[in-house]
């Protein structure tokens, strides 16, 4: 059978598998992603952990500890969080660096629940952040691995050292721990709900590139076909009329040879601020090609789409460009409206093509309407 190619028909609509969505992702992409994501980690690890110094503190002392685990202790609270953020940062893959990190933190979360003694308080708090981090950051897989790598770690560690298993907390190692119960889900859900805003917000502006014309800020075709479709149905079912109209501006490529691209550029921006002050709110205007625009007029008849062109070529008889005085800007305009033996958009649109072909063959600079 046929490939399944990706085409502009499908290429928004299609539920594209996570495979292909990342295929599509450039490596500046992919590594941006991933440092986002280290950094979004990099608070909650730091602030979380600050905060469980106090209670592990306390059942040390409390306990007969070796005076090693007190610097591994430090080391970890106080050094850990910005080891993994540069380790993170300077990597080339960030993401695969702080998926590293963050079963790190699984197995030290597991060494530090065995040396106290799995004491209930501290223990639960560090199950919980594991589980927050770890299902947040990559789902149930990730945090399925995690509480293994923990529950490994700290079994290992009871054994290796010894250590009795001792879980009732005294009020103290309580009274500490709250606050890092609280604070970390707090950090956790606020560093989430900024990304998700940035999220959205990149979203939208995607979807503005994605159906409008980045020089002019009209339409692009893609999203104005749609909305021709759209119109030509409209206009069928409630028996309405509209007219179409094709704009192609005059001798563009010796404007663009004798003047310049940017030149040309600027024609292009101000034809179309020219259409914009002319038509309507309602008028859909497009940019169709490289110098040709298209504009739906919904419940405009043919003589009120011809008066509205013709006040856009007398404002561009007397308009010039700042940097280009001698340069004078003209269209040639097909106008077509809709008729009842049209039975598809595109014939609508062959219909105005036509129109602008007569206006281009009859000497251009005028308003033509279909035959
Ligand atoms: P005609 O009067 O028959 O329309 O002649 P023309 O020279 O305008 O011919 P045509 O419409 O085919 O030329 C379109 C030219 O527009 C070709 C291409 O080099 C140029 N062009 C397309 N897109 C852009 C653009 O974004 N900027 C600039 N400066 N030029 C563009
Ligand atoms: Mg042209």
Known sequence: MFPNMMNDNNFYT??????????????????????????????PRAAGLACLFFPLATEMVSK???GGWWVLLVLWIFVWPHLAWQLASRSSDPLASETHNLKADAILAGIWIALTGVNLMPSLALAMMVFITTMGAGGPRLCIAGAI??????LVTLKLTGIAVDPVSPPLTIWLTVPVLLIYPLLFSWVNYRAAIRMEEHKRRLQVMSIRD?????YNRRHWETLLRD?????RRHQRGATLLLIDVDHFKTINDTWG????????????????????????????????????????SCESAIAAMTRVHDRLATFRLPNTPQLSLHISVGVAPLTEEMAH???????ADLALYKAKKAGRNRTEVAA
């Open 261 to 300: 691209h940017d030149v040309g550029d600027e024609a292009i921006v101000a034809i179309t601020r020219h259409l914009q002050l002319c038509l309507r709110g309602s008028d859909i205007i497009g940019r169709f090609g490289g110098d040709e625009f298209a504009v739906i007029m919904g419940g405009t």
């Open 149 to 154: 790598l923990t529950l490994v770690s700290s």
């Open 345 to 351: 958009y595109r014939e609508w649109l062959k219909s």
């Open 14 to 43: 299609s539920d594209a598998s996570d495979k292909e969505r990342h295929a599509h992702l450039s490596d500046v992409d992919h590594y941006s992603e991933g440092l986002q994501f280290a950094k979004r980690e990099r608070l």
């Open 64 to 66: 007969p500890t070796a």
């Open 214 to 218: 980045g020089m002019t800020g009209v």
């Open 231 to 235: 119109e030509f149905d409209n206009c």
